[in-house]
C-alpha cells in the first residue's frame, strides 16, 4: 500500500494556466507537507499543515495555495504558471510535528514543466 | 540563519569501497538530524538522530551525531552499485518544526 500518494506524477502545461496536485496519506499522520526540489537538487519546504491547520508558510508567491479538506489530504493549486515553478514537488507527511522528533515520509514527487 | 551544508557533492568510488559523508549544520534550537536516501524519485529516510555519540546502525550504512561540533557522518561499508544516490541530510529546528536540507552529496558506486 502507498503510504503517500500524488497525483499526477507529471504535469507539464503552457505559462499562465493554473493547475493543482494532490496529496494523500494513508498512515494517519497529523501533519502533511509541500517541499519544493530545484534543478540542484535542493529540497526547500513550501507549506504545512497539522490536522488542517496552517503552520509554515515559507516565503512563496501567493499564486500558490494550499487546500487541506481533511488531515489526510493536502492539494496545492497553482495559479498563473511561471516557468521558474518548473520542479519536483514533493508531498510529505508525519506524525505531529510537536511530538517526538519525527521522521517524515515522502510521496513519490510531482514533476511539473512548464513551457 | 539555518543552515546545513554537505560534503563532499559528488563521490565516485568502486564497488566494494567505504565511504563517509558528512554533514554540517548551524540551526537554532537543534531538534534532530535526518538523514535520506534519495535515487530517482522520493528522498526514503534512513537515519534520525537526536542524541550526540549514539550509533546508528543499519546494514553496511551508519551514522552517528555531534552536537558540540555540529555535525553527522554517515558511512557506507562495502558499497554496492545499489548505494549509488543522492544522499540529503536535513536538519528540524524545534523554533520552526520544519526540515531543512542539505544539497545532498552525489554518491556514484563503480562496478
Known amino acids: 500500500d502507498t503510504a503517500v500518494s500524488q497525483t499526477p506524477k507529471y504535469l507539464v502545461t503552457q505559462m499562465g494556466n493554473d493547475k493543482s496536485i494532490k496529496c494523500e496519506q494513508n498512515l494517519g499522520h497529523d501533519t502533511m507537507y509541500w517541499y519544493k526540489q530545484d534543478s540542484k537538487k535542493f529540497l526547500k519546504i513550501m507549506f504545512s499543515y497539522n490536522n488542517k491547520e496552517l503552520i509554515i508558510n515559507e516565503t512563496v508567491p501567493n499564486r500558490f495555495s494550499p487546500k487541506s479538506p481533511d488531515k489526510a489530504h493536502l492539494n496545492l493549486h497553482i495559479n498563473s504558471l511561471e516557468l521558474g515553478d518548473s520542479a519536483v514537488y514533493f508531498c510529505?507527511?508525519?506524525?505531529?510535528?510537536?511530538?517526538?522528533?519525527?521522521?517524515?515520509?515522502f510521496g513519490p514527487g510531482t514533476r511539473l514543466t512548464v513551457l | 540563519e539555518d543552515k546545513v551544508v554537505q560534503s563532499p557533492l559528488s563521490l565516485v568510488v568502486h564497488e566494494g569501497d567505504t565511504v563517509t559523508l558528512n554533514c554540517s549544520y548551524e540551526?537554532?534550537?537543534?531538534?534532530?538530524l535526518l538523514w535520506y536516501k534519495q535515487e530517482k524519485k522520493a528522498p526514503t529516510f534512513l537515519f534520525m538522530l537526536t542524541s550526540s555519540g549514539i550509533e546508528k546502525k543499519s546494514g553496511r550504512l551508519s551514522s552517528i551525531l555531534d552536537k558540540k561540533e555540529l555535525f553527522s557522518i554517515l558511512n557506507i561499508t562495502a558499497t554496492q552499485t545499489g548505494d549509488s544516490a543522492i544522499y540529503l541530510c536535513a536538519v528540524e529546528a524545534s523554533s520552526s518544526y520544519k526540515l531543512i536540507f542539505g544539497s545532498g552529496t552525489r554518491l556514484l558506486v563503480r562496478p
Open positions: 510529505a507527511s508525519s506524525q505531529d510535528f510537536r511530538g517526538f522528533p519525527d521522521t517524515q515520509y
Open positions: 540551526v537554532t534550537n537543534f531538534r534532530s
